[in-house]
DNA sequence: AAAGCTACCAACCGCTCTATG
DNA sequence: GCATAGAGCGGTTGGTAGCTT
């Protein structure tokens, strides 16, 4: 049983509005204003439509200064980052983009940005599994964004794939996330929460890539601390940098400290440091000489030298 | 040229939230 | 504290334009 019609539904009309309608609504709400209440707008402003068809014209499409057609980059970044953050509350996003609708934006997303994301995919012969241990190890961590302490994933419980039948998940060795129960706050349905795949003999670092932003640096801020146009949480490492039995190279992001955990080495395998102290850094948008720097600072033996940088689908991967 | 398919987006639906009496 | 109405929101639907076969 749901709530009983706003209206009764067999006298409004339905679907297109035309223009005289809109000029109608147009006109009333420009000299009479809305006067708080939708329901009984459309019958004075001469209108057969339902108060909230004409509040959702209005808002969408009337109001004064909507902007309507193509997304900047600098738009895009602002909707994932956010998207990142807080999931789908389109009307909070909205309103860091003047001029955009929730509606716009919600539709921007559905048809033409979650795409972008999912084109991140590589061929299934790169990808490669998680190295997540199961959540009951010890020996891996996420971050409390708000204390920055270390949460054992022994907290975590995984996520489960959206079953959405007009993508692949179940094709790809896409590896879900362990969420936090208790501190994470994203959406299960975020596709960004899952993992990325990785190559060999590079190291992956933070940009989100995905956003079409022309240089490929979408960032997932973190909403609070650090301002939108910075970058992702942070990255730790085990104290030299390098897993000890591996020599693997091990990043951990977590995006806005809300718990996203994306493990990636340099292969496969375990090898994690067993409960050693870990060093966080924040990861800002790295040059190729900052991670030159980074990883020289973690790991004196190694020759950064060989480093290069590469873009590719918007992501860095920093190739030896 | 026509049918089928896909992408896009305006509009609707139904739920939750909030204000008010 | 409760009931109700209206507003707001996110998910979904359906029409249509453009593209492909």
Excluded at 108 to 136: A, V
Excluded at 229 to 250: A, K, L, P, R
């Amino acid at each position: 049983m749901g709530r009983a019609p706003c209206c009764d539904k067999t006298s409004v009309k339905r679907g297109p509005w035309s223009p005289e309608e809109d000029s109608k609504l147009k006109e009333y709400i420009e000299k009479h204003g809305t006067g708080g209440n939708w329901i009984s707008l459309p019958n004075k402003a001469g209108l057969k439509r339902c108060g909230k068809s004409c509040r959702l014209r209005w808002l969408n499409y009337l109001r004064p200064n909507i902007k309507h057609g193509d997304f900047s980059d600098e738009e895009d970044r602002i909707i994932c980052s956010l998207y990142v953050n807080i999931g789908s509350r389109w009307s909070v996003i909205a309103a860091q983009l003047p001029g955009r609708t929730d509606n716009d934006i919600k539709n921007y997303w559905n048809t033409k940005l979650k795409k972008k994301l999912m084109g991140l995919q590589l061929p299934i012969s790169h990808q490669r599994k998680s190295p997540f241990p199961p959540p009951n190890s010890s020996h891996l961590f996420s971050l409390d964004y708000f204390s920055h302490t270390p949460i054992p994933f022994t907290n975590l419980e995984p996520i489960s794939l959206p079953s959405n039948n007009n993508n692949n998940y179940a094709n790809t060795s896409f590896t879900p996330f362990y969420q936090n129960q208790e501190y994470s706050m994203i959406s299960v349905n975020n596709p960004m929460q899952y993992n990325y795949p990785i190559k060999d003999n590079m190291f992956m670092f933070g940009s989100e890539g995905s956003c079409s932003s022309s240089d490929g640096s979408c960032t997932l801020s973190h909403g609070k601390e650090i301002k939108q146009e910075e970058n992702i949480g942070y990255h730790h490492m085990s104290s030299n940098g390098f897993d000890d039995y591996n020599n693997n190279f091990m990043i951990s992001c977590n995006n806005g400290g809300e718990n996203i955990n994306q493990y990636e080495e340099k292969s496969s395998g375990v090898g994690y440091t067993n409960g050693q102290s870990q060093t966080l850094t924040p990861l800002l948008d790295y040059g190729l000489e900052d991670i030159k720097q980074l990883i020289c600072s973690n790991n004196k033996g190694f020759n950064v030298d060989e480093i290069h940088k590469i873009e590719e689908n918007g992501m860095y991967y920093y190739h030896y």
